[in-house]
């Protein structure tokens, strides 16, 4: 879990805003997970990344954007076309698809 | 997709009783199930995983069944502690293009001294 890393712990967005969260993983990891968290509710998937240069939308990608230009950095943008964007984000890598995620410590995001 | 149902979503045991969670899956073709436990503001942590050639799993006062066949599998800890307190998820992985993870909404587990 050490190895995967999340900035910052806590983000504000204002309105119209764009704002970019940081995760970083030095496991080699090739695939890397981006997940929204809800009160009293589960984990549900952004994007995710199998390798360099390649991502994919998950369950609920509209609002978001996200890069991979690097194997160990999955920066996930939160844009003003997300209109309800307070949640927790978490960010997981693993070596491949399927293999064992593991989670960073996670940002959480407020609008003012 | 696959969609994961969790129950129950609040459970409340005396410490050193058992507890136990559910989770069903919709999809057939899923072939792991892991299970992560998550405390207050922290990261969820795996605890841990069956795939589905298995049908239990035991790690010390941690067990996990998987029923194919029914589509649900369960989380067993015995002789629970107060820091066994946190929310627990369950999540099961499809096959082929569908090999993300699908999670559970959670079971908020208190072990009262």
């Known amino acids: 879990d050490g190895g995967i890393t999340q900035s910052p712990k806590y983000l504000f967005r204002k309105e119209g805003q764009n704002v970019t969260l940081s995760c970083e993983q030095n496991?080699?990891?090739?695939?890397m997970y981006w997940y929204r968290q809800d009160p009293g509710q589960g984990l549900r998937l952004i994007y995710y990344?199998?390798?360099?240069?390649?991502?994919q939308k998950g369950d609920i990608a509209e609002g978001y954007s996200v890069s991979r230009e690097k194997k160990e950095s999955f920066p996930l943008t939160v844009t003003s076309a997300q209109k309800n964007p307070t949640a927790f984000y978490l960010c997981?890598?693993?070596?491949?698809?399927?293999?064992?995620?593991?989670f960073g410590p996670g940002t959480r995001l407020l609008v003012l | 997709g696959e969609n994961v149902e969790q129950h129950p979503s609040t459970l409340s045991v005396q410490e050193g009783d058992s507890a136990v969670i559910k989770c069903t899956y919709s999809?057939?073709?899923?072939?792991?199930f892991p299970w992560y436990k998550q405390e207050l503001g922290k990261r969820p942590q795996l605890i841990i995983d069956?795939?589905?050639?298995?049908g239990e799993k035991k790690d010390q006062r941690i067990a996990v069944t998987l029923n194919k066949t029914a589509k649900h599998f369960s989380l067993h800890i015995t002789e629970t502690q107060p820091e066994d307190s946190a929310v627990y998820f369950c999540?099961?992985?499809?096959?082929?293009?569908?090999?993300?993870?699908?999670f559970g909404s959670g079971t908020q587990l208190t072990v009262l001294p």
């Open positions: 997981a890598s693993s070596l491949g698809l399927e293999e064992t995620q593991y």
């Open positions: 496991l080699n990891h090739d695939a």
């Open positions: 990344s199998q390798i360099v240069n390649d991502f």
């Open positions: 999809d057939s073709a899923s072939n792991y």
């Open positions: 069956i795939r589905s050639n298995v």
């Open positions: 999540a099961a992985r499809g096959a082929g293009s569908a090999r993300q993870l699908t």
